[in-house]
Structure formats: structure tokens, C-alpha cells
């Protein structure tokens, strides 16, 4: 194994914890008490997927990049605002960059999986985008709904 093949390995695995504890995460917005350490984790794998990403070989600024800088400001917002989630305003912040953030490493794993896995390759094939783009529009829907009722819970439990 060389080691860019396992520097590969490391990274998807922790990319693929991220996106798992993003998702218990998530649907712990919906508590009151959610679990500090479901949201520690997601943001510390998060932030470790994009850290990892720039260790790749790149001659150039690459979209992967953009994606890595704007996950790493969107997790600076989401834990300074988790850190004072107790005002209504920084919980709806908390919440809006959190899931922002998972929408992230989802998107890249979706693209990822269509270039990587030979099932998704043959339903997309590298010069037909229309599967692909058919799926994140499918998987933005259900995070702008997700966070619309996130929203709506969280304000309501601060009026509460």
C-alpha cells in the first residue's frame, strides 16, 4: 500500500464517521439535551475531513478546496454558536451551519461515490451529470426541509 493509498484510506474513514455522527447529530437537534459528544465528534471528524483534503496532491486551488474553506468557517460559526446556543438567535445559527456543514461531506460523498463506485458509474457515466445532479437536488430538498423544521422546533422550545 503506498502512502497516498493509505493517507486515501484514513481520510475517507474519517470523512465517513463525520457524516455518520452528522447524522445523529442532526436528529438530535430536535432535543432539548442533545449529546455533547455526538456534537464534538461531528465537529472535530468535519473539521478533520477538511483538514486531511488538503493534504492531497494539487497543483492548483480545486473545487475540493472551496469545499474544505467553506466547511472549516461554516464549523467555526456553528460551535462559537453553539457555545451560547442558550440565546434563540445562536441556536437557529448553530443549527443553520451545522446542517450546512453536513450538507457538505454529503454532497462530496455523493460525487464521490458516482466517480468511485462501479453501480453508480453505470447509471452515470463520467459524461452524463444528470443522475448525479438529480440526486443532490433530491438530497438538498430533504436538508432545507430538515432545517426549516429544526428551525421551527428550536424557536418554539425558546418561547417554551
Given at each position: 500500500?503506498?502512502?497516498?493509498?493509505?493517507?486515501?484510506?484514513?481520510?475517507?474513514?474519517?470523512?465517513?464517521?463525520?457524516?455518520?455522527?452528522?447524522?445523529?447529530?442532526?436528529?438530535?437537534?430536535?432535543?432539548?439535551?442533545?449529546?455533547?459528544?455526538?456534537?464534538?465528534?461531528?465537529?472535530t471528524?468535519?473539521?478533520?475531513t477538511?483538514?486531511?483534503?488538503?493534504?492531497?496532491?494539487?497543483?492548483?486551488?480545486?473545487?475540493?478546496?472551496?469545499?474544505?474553506?467553506?466547511?472549516?468557517?461554516?464549523?467555526?460559526?456553528?460551535?462559537?454558536?453553539?457555545?451560547?446556543?442558550?440565546?434563540?438567535?445562536?441556536?437557529?445559527?448553530?443549527?443553520?451551519?451545522?446542517?450546512?456543514?453536513?450538507?457538505?461531506?454529503?454532497?462530496?460523498?455523493?460525487?464521490?461515490?458516482?466517480?468511485?463506485?462501479?453501480?453508480?458509474?453505470?447509471?452515470?457515466?463520467?459524461?452524463?451529470?444528470?443522475?448525479?445532479?438529480?440526486?443532490?437536488?433530491?438530497?438538498?430538498?430533504?436538508?432545507?426541509?430538515?432545517?426549516?423544521?429544526?428551525v421551527?422546533?428550536?424557536?418554539?422550545?425558546?418561547?417554551?
Amino acid at each position: 500500500m503506498t502512502l497516498l493509498v493509505a493517507y486515501t484510506v484514513i481520510h475517507v474513514t474519517i470523512s465517513l464517521i463525520a457524516i455518520a455522527a452528522g447524522f445523529v447529530a442532526m436528529a438530535q437537534l430536535h432535543r432539548v439535551h442533545a449529546s455533547v459528544t455526538v456534537t464534538v465528534t461531528f465537529g472535530t471528524m468535519t473539521l478533520l475531513t477538511s483538514l486531511t483534503g488538503f493534504g492531497f496532491p494539487a497543483t492548483q486551488i480545486t473545487p475540493a478546496h472551496i469545499f474544505g474553506f467553506i466547511s472549516i468557517a461554516l464549523l467555526a460559526t456553528a460551535f462559537f454558536a453553539y457555545s451560547r446556543r442558550a440565546v434563540r438567535a445562536w441556536s437557529v445559527t448553530y443549527i443553520l451551519a451545522a446542517v450546512l456543514a453536513q450538507y457538505l461531506n454529503v454532497v462530496v460523498l455523493i460525487v464521490q461515490s458516482f466517480q468511485k463506485l462501479p453501480p453508480l458509474q453505470a447509471i452515470a457515466p463520467p459524461d452524463s451529470q444528470l443522475p448525479i445532479a438529480l440526486v443532490q437536488i433530491a438530497v438538498a430538498i430533504g436538508f432545507i426541509l430538515f432545517s426549516a423544521r429544526a428551525v421551527t422546533l428550536a424557536r418554539k422550545l425558546a418561547l417554551a
